[in-house]
């Protein structure tokens, strides 16, 4: 009576089974059989025996020993560059990512990501810029799980830093300081160009300020001057030279606080005030603004009456914006000076 045998399936009949003679070349062959991708393929009567089987093992184990010592994953050593998140080099032997393209899932990125950095470590880079965009927000978490931190965000993405050395790490801080500017606008009457907000801590207070604002993204300080005394007031400036300016710190959200007090011209008259913000404006005489009790409590506001009147009546002279280049950029860029005073000097 003939014994009827079970079938055993085999991968390979439908062309899903590499060939054997494939093996020697598998570096991966234990671990795809410890995760069962291949356990169709082996059978009581397959052509592997178990001799070959433990030299196979002892081959690849040794391979997986080298890529685990530089490596958090052992896959990563035998990656190829198509295999790693894509970057550029910076100037400081750091690598910069931009997370653009199609959604990624969290495990996918977390597996190229710390492949990338076996790599990177392996190339000697030293710090790495994550960049996020809002799109791939549930990216954040698997970085964060791998050590990156927070660096800093826009409204379109989240900057994460990682350091690999074993080194102090050198990564440069976010930016610490916000910039602010103050006009200081004189007619030929001696009258200042002068407000009260309808918001904020001097709202209602009856103070009567200079115009003031905070510099926008990517703009000068001279042009954020002409444009905040604009906006407010309606009243078209020219720019003449930073008076002064004042640095202090944990202002906004602890960042340290620039503000640079600028001497304008004004180049008409008629205010037209800017009604979102500006509760009132007018010109007012230089000494009944002097004069208000809030002037003389606070220095700044002291000292900035002081400076510009000195500006009209002895001669003094502040900083004014030169255009030049750099060796970092040929970009055009603002040097601020004295330019009277070199001027004199080269005549």
């Not at 409590?297 to 900083?319: D, T, W």
Request: hydrophobic share 40%; aromatic share 10%; with cysteine.
């Amino acid at each position: 009576m003939l014994r009827s045998r079970a079938p055993m399936f085999c991968n390979r009949t439908v062309g899903l089974c590499p060939p054997l003679r494939d093996f020697r070349r598998t570096p991966l062959l234990v671990s795809i059989i410890h995760e069962r991708k291949w356990l169709g393929c082996l059978g009581p009567r397959s052509e592997i025996s178990r001799d070959f089987m433990r030299r196979i093992s002892s081959q690849s184990n040794e391979k997986f020993a080298s890529a685990s010592a530089n490596a958090s994953s052992p896959l990563s050593a035998l990656l190829s560059d198509a295999e790693i998140l894509p970057g550029r080099s910076d100037d400081h032997g750091g690598v910069v990512v931009e997370m653009n393209g199609a959604p990624m899932s969290s495990d996918s990125f977390l597996s190229l990501l710390r492949a990338s950095i076996s790599k990177w470590r392996q190339q000697g880079k030293r710090g790495v810029w994550l960049k996020l965009p809002i799109e791939h927000a549930n990216l954040v978490q698997p970085a964060v799980q791998e050590g990156f931190w927070y660096h800093h965000a826009e409204p379109s993405y989240l900057m994460l830093v990682y350091w690999i050395p074993a080194s102090k790490n050198t990564l440069p801080v976010n930016a610490t300081h916000r910039v602010g500017v103050g006009a200081f606008l004189i007619n030929q009457k001696r009258e200042v160009l002068a407000v009260q907000e309808k918001s904020g801590k001097l709202s209602g207070s009856g103070f009567w300020k200079l115009p003031t604002g905070v510099i926008e993204h990517g703009e000068d300080i001279f042009a954020g001057a002409v444009r905040e005394v604009k906006e407010e007031t309606g009243i078209d400036a020219e720019f003449v030279e930073v008076l002064a300016f004042r640095q202090s710190h944990m202002a906004f959200f602890e960042k340290s606080d620039l503000f640079f007090v600028c001497l304008m011209n004004p180049l008409s008259f008629d205010i037209q005030k800017q009604e979102s913000e500006i509760e009132a404006a007018q010109w007012m005489p230089i000494e009944e603004f002097a004069s208000q009790p809030i002037v003389h409590k606070h220095e700044l506001l002291k000292y900035i009456v002081e400076v510009g009147l000195a500006r009209f009546e002895k001669g003094f002279s502040g900083f004014s914006p030169l255009s030049i280049t750099s060796v970092f950029s040929n970009r055009q860029s603002s040097l601020y000076l004295n330019t009277e005073y070199l001027n004199s000097r080269s005549s």
